[in-house]
């Protein structure tokens, strides 16, 4: 079978599909969007307007806002999860009045489409676009041109529009710099100044935009004859461009400042005005000519960064906007944690740095193309002293690889007395920053060879690295940037050399545990599996097995078992935070110190109150019992982790002794029933279960009603036998496992935590009861949509 298959035929045919592919599927993300206002329409009964309707929008706009709001969404998603795409300045757009916004048109303008979505949806300004005629003649599209408001107007309609206090939008270069302009970023405007007219004539500003990387998401294939066909376009209007492309590269929208002029001003002179404000925005915000392949790399670096090391920065406002400067960096084994810096400094400071490295990454084979994409280079003195003087970011590692084989756990610096860094600073008079990555040697680190020494020495002499690294554990990083040094001329350049190892060395130990430790490192990050690491910490402590914890003082437990809790409680957290945007509202309601009982309303699956036991303990370090069903005891393994966590089956009595020593008691009067049996109306379903009631008046202790949003739309339940018969068996038997679960949508989760109830002496159990019941329906009916909708809930979390 193996044999059938051609791999040069997939080798090849993959890519090329996928570069061609992509734009047929951009053009059908537009069909869809298409379909979704046609259903409107139709559903609806909605208008279908002319151009001079268009033109007049207000008066039908009441009709179409929900369905703009349906397709700006849907851009905006699409832009989020496949270039991460974010704007800056959007201040810069005006809350109403009227205003032309000037775009650099790319290959395919997806780019600003994300913009026009974005405007709409955070200002809720619908923009009138000025496109060029062509487009009316695609099939389908008419209506969803319309509706968002792409028209190809003449001077009047757009003078006209602009009194109105619209929002207009248009490219000077317009198709001409789609399918003509290229990688270098130049402007394609042949001389194009109607926008400036308008401007002048209505009296607006105008505002840049331009999108870093625009050209590297999409591109035009080079066709032959390159010049006959842009006069074929300038005769006949006959767009004739094949793009390829659609990559996954980060999208970053800039919005300029607006442009004011004087009404004295002429439109050459604002249009002149206007192409440099837009080619500095360009020279600021974009490396020429673009590169796909770094900016791909880039964006990876970020995302793997991310992902695995939870890699976070701290000090990046150290690093300059503009100007020279050295980055003298710690050298690990291997320095993934400096890979992702640059590719931060890249996509936030939009500045590309060179790096010093050793002339023997160029025999790597294929490794050549990529270190001179990403500025990695072997230079010279008088090579550094040149890119600093004009003005660009410098790195490098005065350890080098020699750091990187022989340094270790113990964080040393192993310069050997190098100091060439020092002399190129003095000489280009630019300052130092000193750069440190937390648990950097934890990361990775070299396999311990044996005759340390004597491979040191044929390093020293023959500069061939021979090390064995390991590791690639996911451990936290963290990268401190150092406060730049500045230095007076006259100072030497060992001093200088000594001054920046000392700082280095004063941020290794404010930051860096020594010896560095693998195991510190990776309780920072990783997710252990929760029984094994207990069991783990119970036999090397020496605790003793008990099952219940009877006789363990409150106080003597968290000392046995805080570490394992803090860990849980950090790893819970963060699932909470990433998957769900989870917060919490609310919170001070919970006291600090004193015994309250909470009431919760359980979900299918309890993963908010997870979220809530978690973030409680690592802000108050209060932990809190909660009562459990006793079916839960009987899960094979489960009984150490539900006992070290607080879950406990218990009575009446036990639940009094608890808060009776002091200690929080949460509970869900529903329980399995209620997760079960409830549904997306969010009903309560406590079958006139009063215990907590009882329990709330003999301890004299306030009750604090919890409700989650969303929280039945985040998991839900299937059920495999008609839910009358499942009640019943449960009543009968008490047997839960009559659903299959499925969803753990990444649905928005938000806590709140209702006022604690007080109540008299007087009060019946019932009453109590009762009382709390309303009070959670009154949580429930002020935050929570009935019935439930998972695409509502889905789209809080995502805008």
Known sequence: MINLINVNYWFISVPIVFLFGTPILYVSILYIATFILHLYRIRYRLPIFDKQQIINFDQHWKHWNDPVTVVSKFFTIIGRVWHDHEIINMNHIPDDGGAIIVFYHSTLPNDFHYLIAKIFLDKHRLMYTITDHSLYYVPGWSLLLKVFQLIPGTRNDCIQLLKQKHLLALSPGGLREAMFGD??????????????????????????????????????????????????????????????????????????????????????????????????????????????????????????????????????????????????????????????????????????????????????????????????????????????????????????????????????????????????????QVPIIPVFTQNSREAFRPLPLPFRNFFRKIYDRFKIPMFIPYGGLPVKLTTIIGQPIHFPPEMSASEIADLTAKKMEQLIDRYQTRPGSIRKALWQLIFYIGNIILHIHRIYNNIPYDDKNDDVDDDEHFKRWHKPVELFAKIISHIGYIWHGYNVIGLENIPAKDPAIIVFYHSTFPNDFYYLMALLFLKHKRTFFTIIERIIYRIPSWSLMLNVLRLIPGSVDDCVNIINRGNLLALSPGGLREAMFSDENYQLIWNNRHGFARIAKQTNVPIIPVFTQNSRESFRLLSIIPKWLCRLIYDRYKFPFLFIPYGGLPVKLTTFIGEPIHFTPEMTITEIAQLTAKKMEQLIEQHQTRPGSIRKALCQRFF
């Not at 003087?389 to 340094?407: D, V, Y």
Request: proline share 7%.
């Open 183 to 428: 990688h270098n970023y130049q402007l394609v405007w042949a001389g194009r100044q109607g926008f400036a007219h308008v401007a002048r004539e209505a009296q607006v500003p105008i505002i840049p935009v331009f999108t870093q990387n625009s050209r590297e998401a999409f591109r035009s294939l080079p066709l032959p004859f390159r010049n006959f066909f842009r006069k074929i376009y300038d005769r006949f209007k006959i767009p004739m461009f094949i793009p390829y492309g659609g990559l996954p590269v980060k999208l970053t929208t800039i919005i300029g400042e607006p442009i004011h002029f004087p009404p004295e001003m002429s439109a050459s002179e604002i249009a002149d005005l206007t192409a440099k404000k837009m080619e500095q925005l360009i020279d600021r915000y974009q490396t020429r000519p673009g590169s796909i392949l770094k900016a791909l790399w880039q964006q990876f670096l970020t995302i793997i960064g991310r992902i695995w090391h939870d890699h976070e920065i701290i000090n990046m406002n150290h690093i300059p906007d503009d100007g020279g400067a050295i980055i003298v960096f710690y050298h690990s084994t291997l320095p993934n944690d400096f890979h992702y810096l640059m590719a931060k400094i890249f996509l936030d400071k939009h500045r590309p740095m060179y790096t010093i490295t050793d002339h023997a990454l160029y025999y790597v084979p294929g490794w050549s193309l990529l270190l001179k994409v990403l500025q990695l280079i072997p230079g010279t003195r008088n090579d550094c002293i040149q890119l600093l003087k004009q003005k660009h970011l410098l790195a490098l590692s005065p350890g080098g690889l020699r750091e990187a084989m022989f340094g270790d756990h113990n964080y040393q610096l192993v310069w050997a007395g190098r100091q060439g860094f020092a002399h190129v600073a003095r000489e280009a």
